[in-house]
């Protein structure tokens, strides 16, 4: 590392795991001071034996507890803002819990971190804000992601609005929008279904496999899985070689670029 962060002092949400951990790791890699929280502090262990970390146990959706948090920390030069929770479901799917959950931790987690700290940063001469989106948002559409795409969507507009109010006093406000990531957040939402079908009493026999010849379609839709029955795809996810589990992401995410590809093109 070049040590482009040195001197800087940077707060992580939802450091403990994924993205949110990966870059922790690099800030503090970079000679950043980190402040990481999580909800459960317990995954944080080990960041601070790889530099300057200071670790805490955080729920962001509770206001008086992030007030304290930032109250007690050094005015950061970056906020990277990663807390986040994936609902799976259509507007069908969807109740009212489930919407104010979403937007509850997605979005108003995000108003509250920064809300907090933008009066500060513009004493402080500046900083820099990230906000972690979605490629699911309102930059293209994803099946079953009806409230994640729509507070998803909501973080761009949010991060748009400040850096468009901001910029000129030294503030930058920037969303990431990635596609799929191999993560513990990916692995337990491939786990729900397996899940379901053993509360339902089926075991490997109970899954299908795709037709040996031609298109593999569902229903009109392309399979999310580059072709693979749902039985291969089990065993690539339960194999033990990291090769097979980067060849599935691999297959579900180029079998999404396609499907929004044609779209495009329909």
Known sequence: MTGRLEGKIAVCTAAGQGIGRAVAEAFIAEGATVYASDLDAQKLTGLDHAGNAHLAALDVTDS???KAYLDGIETPDILFNC???????????CDE???????ELNVKAMHRTISALVP????KGGGSIINMSSAASSIKAAPNR????????AVVGLTRSVAIDFIKQGIRCNAICPGTIESPSLDGRIEEPRQDARRRGKGAGGFRRAPAHGPHRQGGRDRPSGGLSRLRRKRLHDGDDPADRRRLVALMVGSSRRRFSRARRE
């Open 64 to 66: 008086a507890a992030v």
């Open 83 to 93: 807390a986040g929770y994936v609902h799976h479901g259509t507007v069908l799917d």
């Open 97 to 103: 819990k489930a919407w104010d959950f979403s937007f």
């Open 120 to 123: 500060r940063m513009l004493e």
């Open 146 to 153: 009806y409230v994640y795409m729509a507070t998803k969507a």
